[in-house]
């Protein structure tokens, strides 16, 4: 089965440091990975998705993400951070033994201090 | 720009109401889906449909029904709102190939009193 993970609730950096938001997964294929971001009062944002190839995927707002098969992780990143990166971020996978069906993760909310 | 519209941002229902939660999207997608939200369980799948007058149970259909008689629109009912259903209901769609992501609405917060 299918399932996704993000180990922590919350993520607080200083703006200006670098950030991550961690995601790890589990699928009986080849996974297609997502990551969304959700501000408050809306519907949810794609970011960037992982498909294949290239293990380093690049996004929307200078964000990206490592796709890594032996740990089963796609980590988002940001080589600096910005107070307006304040959000909640969701990971998803979806896979073809899964059929239409995405996964969401139970999300991330980042703080970023000024 | 794509688009995904909800019907109404806010509502709020009686127990026991029939309550109708539209949505239309104008980008020609096959898959529609409906999401609720609730904080620190994510989004759950509701229900969802592949084309038109098809439909098939998500993660958590009981209390709910949907109806897609066209393309652009995918209705989800509930049949007779509970106080247990008040939450955050996102409507999604995307195209029918694996690869693509999801265009979101901006949601419906519904409080059933």
């Given at each position: 089965a299918q399932s996704v993970a993000q180990p922590e609730d919350q993520v607080n950096v200083a703006e200006g440091n670098p950030l991550t938001v961690k995601c790890t997964y589990s699928v009986s294929g080849n996974p297609y990975l997502f990551w969304y971001v959700q501000y408050p009062n809306r519907g949810l944002q794609f970011l960037l998705k992982y498909i294949t190839g290239d293990?380093?995927?690049?996004?929307?707002?200078?964000?990206?993400?490592?796709?890594?098969?032996?740990?089963?992780?796609?980590?988002?990143?940001?080589?600096?951070?910005?107070?307006?990166?304040?959000?909640?971020?969701?990971?998803?996978?979806?896979?073809?033994?899964?059929?239409?069906?995405?996964?969401?993760?139970?999300?991330t909310r980042l703080f970023v201090k000024a | 720009d794509v688009k995904v519209t909800q019907s109404?941002?806010?509502?709020?229902?009686?127990?026991?109401?029939?309550?109708?939660?539209?949505c239309v999207q104008d980008m020609d997608h096959e898959?529609?889906?409906?999401?609720?939200?609730?904080?620190?369980?994510?989004?759950?799948?509701?229900?969802?449909?592949y084309d038109v007058k098809m439909k098939e149970k998500g993660?958590?259909?009981?209390?709910?029904?949907?109806?897609?008689?066209?393309?652009?629109?995918?209705?989800?009912?509930?049949?007779?709102?509970?106080?247990?259903?008040?939450?955050?209901?996102?409507?999604?769609s995307r195209l029918g190939d694996m690869n693509t992501e999801a265009f979101f609405g901006q949601g419906t917060r519904l409080t059933v009193v």
């Open positions: 293990n380093l995927v690049k996004g929307s707002y200078g964000f990206e993400a490592e796709f890594n098969k032996s740990q089963t992780s796609f980590h988002l990143k940001k080589p600096s951070a910005l107070v307006s990166d304040s959000a909640l971020y969701f990971c998803a996978v979806r896979d073809e033994g899964g059929g239409f069906k995405t996964i969401f993760g139970a999300g | 109404s941002r806010y509502l709020v229902k009686r127990t026991g109401e029939k309550v109708f939660l539209e898959n529609m889906f409906w999401y609720r939200q609730d904080p620190g369980l994510g989004l759950r799948l509701i229900y969802f449909s993660d958590i259909p009981e209390g709910y029904s949907v109806s897609r008689e066209k393309k652009e629109r995918f209705s989800l009912i509930l049949e007779s709102a509970s106080t247990n259903q008040t939450s955050m209901y996102l409507c999604a």
